[in-house]
């Protein structure tokens, strides 16, 4: 067997605001295959995004193992880990995020300037991607001028032009309707067929079906871990208020 | 009255909003306003005399000085007081006197006619005029130093050996014609003064009140009769007042005291009002922010049914506090500030004592604090209903675009301003350099100077007064550590001057202006040695030349350039007409010394012509020792070699030759320091400004830049982001800058010494400065941001 893409190893992650401890995550093990879609699920302050923000190497965890594509990553720099986000990571998150002084292109661009890529490979590459999400007819727009789909959908577009290793989402739908959350949907499964890995934090039961695999979590752990279709099914019996 | 109540508290629960805005409030309004009291008091506020308006000055004008004019001679006061446009005149003369008893102490007086304190409508503090000789009125400091001010009315001084009874005290803000009259004397000349071949001695200043009727147009119409009248009145006369375009000229009295003062004043009153905007700029800058910071709370009052104005009341409330607070430090600054100015100020502005803080001065503050105020609102109420406007406003990042340009337009103001100020401090700073590093033409280090003047008793008896000023000569010549001394009627960058015309023997008199002028001193032997002027041709003065040697004069190569250019005036003639009025006595050249600035170190030389003393003694000369010995070590051996001669003699201005250069650089170098302040204090106010502006950014934008984070811009990458931001502001602020400050050089030009307004390297200096500046203010909030946590983006709002 390959080595899987993603390998957790009892991570744990604490924050600390003045005397109070924070356990957000505690004692997490995990691996993603490449070429996985999977979503997470748990209710609200379970340490859902403070997992992703792991996985995305936003944060450093505060003990155990991390190893990305067989490289530990567990303990880096913050220089290394931000030219690992750089070439590694796409990001989508749910309230879009585009940088309102910047148009379209510019947004998309912007990883691959920090990357030090050169204008014409760029410029190229960012015509693809958006090509790919359906907005290369809105490159010259300011976000405030798109929907909050169309400006999903350009996040979509900054979140692959770097063609990363992984893509993690945190509720992208969140902010959407349904009709524009469905289309979004539909975008992650087909870039997920192409061959994306996909990391999706998501509460909605019809969104998480579209991933292989769901992993519930509880408290800051990983409770389940199910293949589609039990994983529908074990949300519905946790119990668990969904929102 | 609650909402007044929560301002006060809002506030001092976030004394990192307060304090700097008090702070920026303060010191802003301190230097307009102290610099409003000064130009004011100057400039604008009445004289201290009833109807001051109607109060003119009246000057001998000789059309080639392009100064106001001359002095005047006793036979022209009295023409001058006959005319129909004056309803009274006066005249004066300042002196000196010696008060008897103790330590013989000189007195400054003014000699003044019967007309001169009823011209100026003044009453006195106490006592009464008097028309008696021997009547003195004393100033209101010398009352309060002398008697402190118990009754001094009928009591008795000893002045110049003669007893003379006070008749009155003027009040404390009489001081005329100089706040340093100590005293005034009855100017009382015999009748035989008046005649006309007095024409030629101009030694009084004259003052009139324009009659019911007349205005100064109409006076200086009578004025212009009577001068073409005079021309023809004395024969010997005529072809000199024809030659030199004389005329009577008149001046209104306010405006000729601050003739030299208004435009100095204006630009620095200019600069004041530009720091103040920065000031102003800042504290809207600090409203707004924080206004925007507390938004949500004035959201929920007006979820709550709260109109816009009380929704925002908060805000505005706590902004008026706050400069109500700075307006009362800011006032208190002033009256420091002014205070101090008083005390120290009267060589350099002249009549302080009009100088205070009263009504119109506190009005104005009141004006520029309300102004402060109204400006407040906008930016607390623009705020406040910025998200009612647009409801979604808050979801992205750039939807505060119109408040963050708006934020990025003050400071751009502010550092256009700090720019312009910075650029004018630096052009006067790099003037006064070159002004200061002029060569007088003299060497005045190691020069001790002092004033003796001859008593009343010798005045016109030469013998005597040869005995006497070149007996001091030869005693300090004797003492120990002494390289030379001499003594001149006239020491250069002294306030005092002698200029005439003269004649070259053979040489047809030019028409009109050609007439050929200079200034002339009398000197004791030995003056050049002494001054440290070198001799050029010839001769100077020397032991040689007693009070009956042929009658010599000595020249400066200015006077040889502009009236013997290309030959030598060694041998030449030349006579003082009007000095040497009944026959032609004529000088011959003997030497040339180096030229010397005598006005100021910025002036070119002018033509200087040196007499011997000896020869024709005037009543009081300036003594210069030059010696290797300190100052303080001669004094009192000078005191004792003085007074081997005349125990009674006073030994005055005792001062350093060193003193009279840095006093001539005195004014231009406390404009440059006045500018310098308002320009580091616009400058600070500026860094305050772009750090506020950028702490607020990064705040605002503390998303989007943990979104940049995200997609992989490490802290490098953010700081330099940050630091970018404010190098854009401040480029785009010393562009705009620059271009005003060009634009206002003109303005500035005519203070301007040896330097043009348009000295690139003065603004290259100025424009770095800002640049370096703008990153050190831009650093802490880089920092800031390059820490800020990147798992920020997955948050959600
Ligand atoms: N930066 C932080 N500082 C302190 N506590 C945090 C921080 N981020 C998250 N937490 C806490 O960690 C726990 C998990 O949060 P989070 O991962 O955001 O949950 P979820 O995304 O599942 O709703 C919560 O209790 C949250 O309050
Ligand atoms: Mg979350």
Redesign the pocket.
């Known amino acids: 067997m390959t080595e899987p893409l993603i390998h957790l190893k009892g991570l744990t992650?604490i924050?600390?605001?003045g005397d109070?401890e924070?356990h957000?995550?505690s004692g997490v093990h995990l691996a993603i295959e490449r070429g996985e879609y999977v979503s997470i699920a748990?209710?609200?302050?379970?340490?859902?995004?403070?997992?992703?923000?792991i996985l995305g190497l936003l944060d450093a965890p505060t003990s155990g193992e991390y190893d990305l594509g067989a490289q530990p990553v567990a303990r880096l720099t913050s220089f290394e880990r931000a030219r690992i986000r750089n070439r590694q990571v796409g990001f989508i998150f749910q309230s879009f995020n585009l940088v309102g002084d910047l148009t379209v292109f510019e947004n998309v661009e912007l990883p691959l300037s920090y990357r030090g890529m050169a204008p014409a490979e760029r410029r190229a590459k960012v015509h693809a991607a958006l090509e790919r999400v359906g907005m290369s007819h809105r490159v010259k727009h300011y976000p405030a001028q798109l929907s909050g789909g169309q400006q999903q959908r350009v996040a979509v577009a900054r979140a692959i032009v770097g063609e990363p290793s992984i893509v993690l989402a945190?509720e992208p739908t969140g902010n959407l309707d349904s009709k524009n959350g469905e289309a979004v949907m539909n975008l992650m499964r087909e870039l997920n067929r192409e061959g994306a890995t996909i990391c999706m934090?998501t509460h909605d039961p019809r969104y998480a079906k579209h991933a292989d695999r769901t992993i519930h979590?509880f408290d800051?752990a990983v409770v389940e871990d199910l293949p589609l279709p039990f994983a529908e099914q074990a949300i519905r019996e946790s119990g668990f208020e969904l929102r | 009255m609650n909402d007044l109540r929560w301002a006060i508290r809002a506030l001092l629960r976030a004394p990192s909003y307060a304090l700097p805005l008090i702070a920026t409030v303060a010191l802003s309004t301190a230097i307009l306003t102290s610099t409003f009291a000064v130009t004011y008091g100057l400039l604008l506020r009445p004289l201290p005399y009833a109807h001051a308006e109607r109060l003119v000055r009246l000057y001998n004008h000789y059309g080639m000085s392009n100064d106001r004019g001359g002095s005047m001679s006793p036979p022209d006061v009295a023409d001058r007081a006959a005319s129909r446009s004056f309803i009274s005149s006066g005249a004066w003369q300042k002196s000196s006197a010696v008060l008897g008893g103790g330590e013989p102490l000189r007195l400054t007086t003014a000699r003044v006619t019967r007309g001169f304190f009823p011209t100026f409508g003044v009453a006195p503090l106490a006592g009464r005029w008097s028309n008696d000789d021997d009547a003195v009125v004393l100033s209101y400091a010398t009352w309060q130093r002398r008697f402190g001010g118990a009754d001094a009315i009928g009591k008795t001084l000893v002045l110049d050996g003669r007893r003379r009874t006070i008749a009155a005290v003027m009040p404390r803000d009489f001081a005329f014609p100089d706040a340093d009259v100590e005293l005034w004397e009855p100017l009382v000349l015999p009748p035989s003064a008046y005649d006309d071949s007095n024409r030629g001695s101009e030694y009084l200043e004259m003052l009139a009140r324009l009659a019911p009727g007349a205005t100064l147009q109409s006076a200086q119409a009578e004025a212009d009769v009577l001068s073409r009248r005079l021309v023809d009145r004395v024969a010997s006369r005529r072809q000199f007042l024809l030659d030199t375009h004389w005329h009577i000229v008149l001046a209104g009295l306010h405006d000729d005291l601050v003739a030299d003062l208004r435009r100095p004043l204006l630009l620095l009153f200019a600069a004041a009002a530009l720091v103040f905007i920065i000031g102003a700029a800042n504290s809207l800058a600090l409203v707004l922010a924080r206004a925007i910071a507390r938004r949500r709370e004035s959201d929920v009052r007006g979820a709550l049914g709260a109109g816009p104005l009380r929704a925002a009341a908060t805000r505005f409330l706590e902004a008026w506090v706050a400069i109500a607070a700075g307006g009362a430090l800011g006032l208190a600054l002033t009256y420091a500030v002014v205070a101090a100015i008083v005390r120290n100020g009267a060589t350099l502005l002249g009549h302080v004592e009009v100088i205070r803080v009263d009504a119109p001065v506190l009005l104005f503050a009141f004006a520029l604090l309300a102004l402060l105020g109204a400006a407040c609102l906008g930016p607390a109420l623009g705020a406040a209903t910025l998200t009612r406007w647009r409801p979604q406003a808050v979801k992205t990042a750039g939807d505060t675009l119109a408040v963050r340009f708006f934020r990025s337009a003050l400071v751009v103001v502010e550092i256009a301003l700090a720019t312009a100020l910075l650029s004018a401090g630096a052009l006067v700073l790099v003037s006064l350099r070159r002004l200061a590093a002029n060569d007088p033409g003299f060497n005045p280090h190691g020069v001790l100077t002092f004033r003796i003047a001859a008593p009343e008793s010798m005045r016109g008896d030469n013998a005597r007064l040869v005995a006497l000023f070149g007996g001091i000569q030869q005693r300090i010549a004797a003492l120990p550590g002494v390289t030379a001394v001499s003594a001149t009627t006239v020491l250069p960058l002294s306030s005092d001057d002698n200029t005439a015309t003269f004649h070259i023997e053979g040489r047809p008199e030019a028409p009109g202006d050609g007439m050929p002028s200079g200034k002339y001193r009398r000197v004791l032997p030995g003056f050049p040695a002494a001054l440290g002027i070198k001799v050029v041709r010839g001769r100077a003065f020397d032991a040689r030349d007693t009070p009956s040697s042929p009658r010599y004069a000595v020249i400066d190569e200015a006077a040889a350039q502009r009236y013997w250019p290309g030959q030598d005036p060694i041998g030449k003639r030349i006579t003082y007409s009007e000095l040497d009025a009944q026959e032609i006595r004529w000088r011959t050249i003997i030497g040339v010394v180096g030229s010397i600035r005598h006005g100021s170190l910025g002036e070119r030389p002018v033509p200087h012509v040196y007499f011997d003393a000896l020869q024709a003694a005037d009543s009081s000369m300036t003594y210069v020792v030059r010696s290797a010995l300190p100052a303080s070590s001669l004094v009192a051996s000078i005191r004792a070699a003085v007074h081997a001669i005349d125990p009674s003699l006073p030994v005055d201005r005792i001062l350093p030759m060193d003193a009279y250069v840095s006093a001539s650089l005195a004014q231009p170098r406390f404009g440059t320091a006045v500018l310098s302040a308002f320009a580091l204090v616009a400058l600070f106010l500026t860094a305050v400004g772009i750090y506020g502006l950028l702490a607020y950014l990064v705040t605002e934008r503390r998303r989007e830049l943990a979104v940049r984070m995200a997609v992989g811009a490490d802290e490098r990458m953010v700081l330099r982001f940050v630091l970018r931001e404010g190098l854009r502001l401040a480029l785009a602020g010393v562009v705009v800058g620059v271009i005003a400050a060009l634009a206002a050089g003109r303005a500035l030009g005519s203070v301007l010494y040896a330097v043009t307004a348009t000295n690139p390297a003065a603004y290259a200096a100025v424009a770095l400065t800002l640049l370096a500046v703008a990153i050190v203010a831009s650093w802490v909030p880089a920092r800031r941001a390059a820490a800020l946590?990147p798992?920020l983006a997955?948050?959600v709002e």
Request: charged share 20%; net charge positive; glycine share 14%.
């Open positions: 992650k924050f600390h605001s109070v924070t957000a995550l748990g209710p609200s302050g379970c340490g859902k995004s403070t997992l992703l923000s945190d934090v979590m800051g | 946590d798992a997955l948050r």
